[in-house]
């Protein structure tokens, strides 16, 4: 297998993840990060739980190892010491030594994580994990106090947090049965009933909202974007306090057909809170790199501070304010 000169290569192992239901606290679900002190990913102080796997494919995702439902081996030749630890360590056959590098069998890899434990140099990292909502919860409920103080709570995100329904109801159940403020950080992709079920306990959702054209959606995300306009109406109408988050991507949405049409499309939405334009950055090459993944818009760059003022304006009408980041 050939190792990228630079960053990593990762290993996606075909193995399926069941949620399995044993009552709420026993649901289980792929997570690959929680990230505590969150001030980004709704009102307040937060905890924001990250979930693995995503129905879309944005060109421009800032997070890929998100992409893929499965756990995956990330491999880092760049901070390999070539100690030999991982060689010795691996019970299944799967290291094995090459060209002065340390690789892996995919077919051979059971993802058992010995290797990963014994690396010093953290030259590899198994990304998912999976987690019971009483295990999420038990970290979430660490920083109940700093939500009292800021009005702030929990966000499930991703990746797609819809794409493990069952995972995300319990979560999002158990967390307002403590009394903390849920969002849900969402591109709406994902079947009505989902979402229908989901919204009782959902305090406010955080909805992506990238390309009216269809066809461009199709484009650049992979995916129609017919469910995701569907259930914004469908959830709006049925009351749900909504923040529009706009990824602000130059050359691919911020040309005057798209944001007219989104912004009449917002003025439509009745409860619509506020607006938050996400300005495109270049931090996520690396993690490309890193995966050994192809990055289409390596050569994009952030949009001025100018033109970012200038798509709020458009964006923006009395009562709903617009933000520049999240």
């Not at 990913?41 to 421009?60: E, M, N, Q, S, Y």
């Not at 406010?204 to 569907?230: A, C, I, Q, W």
């Not at 049409?261 to 270049?282: E, K, M, R, V």
Request: hydrophobic share 40%; with cysteine; proline share 8%.
């Amino acid at each position: 297998m050939p190792v990228a000169p630079k960053g990593a290569i990762i290993l996606a192992i075909a193995r399926g993840f069941c949620i399995l239901l044993i009552g709420a606290g026993m649901a289980q679900g792929l997570v690959f990060d929680i990230k505590r002190f969150s001030i980004h990913d709704g009102p307040g102080i937060r905890t924001t739980v990250f979930f693995k796997g995503c129905p879309l494919a944005c060109r421009w995702c800032h997070n890929p190892e998100s992409q893929s439902s499965l756990q995956e081996l990330i491999l880092r030749p760049n901070r390999c010491i070539r100690c030999g630890a991982c060689l010795s360590a691996c019970p299944h056959g799967a290291t094995f030594r090459e060209d002065d590098e340390y690789r892996v069998k995919p077919a051979k890899c059971q993802l058992c994580g010995t290797c990963v434990e014994v690396c010093y140099a953290e030259a590899r990292e198994i990304v998912g994990r999976s987690m019971t909502v009483a295990e999420v919860m038990e970290q979430v409920e660490r920083d109940v106090a700093f939500y009292d103080q800021s009005g702030g709570g929990v966000t499930f995100s991703g990746g797609e947090p819809l794409a493990q329904p069952e995972f995300l109801q319990a979560a999002v159940q158990a967390a307002r049965e403590r009394g903390i403020h849920t969002a849900v950080d969402t591109c709406g992709y994902a079947p009505w009933p989902v979402l229908e079920a989901l919204r009782p306990y959902v305090d406010l959702f955080l909805y992506d909202l990238k390309l009216m054209d269809d066809e461009e959606h199709r484009r650049f995300t992979g995916v129609s974007n017919g469910p995701v306009l569907e259930n914004l109406r469908a959830l709006s109408g049925a009351g749900q306090a909504i923040v529009l988050r706009v990824p602000v991507i130059p050359g691919v949405n911020d040309g005057p057909e798209n944001l007219r049409a989104l912004a009449a499309f917002a003025a439509s939405l009745p409860h619509l809170q506020g607006i938050d334009l996400l300005p495109y950055h270049p931090t996520a090459v690396e993690k490309y790199e890193r995966l050994n993944r192809a990055y289409s818009l390596a050569a994009l760059r952030p949009p001025g501070p100018e033109e970012v003022a200038q798509i709020a304006q458009v964006l923006g009408r009395p009562g709903v304010p617009v933000r520049i980041g999240g």
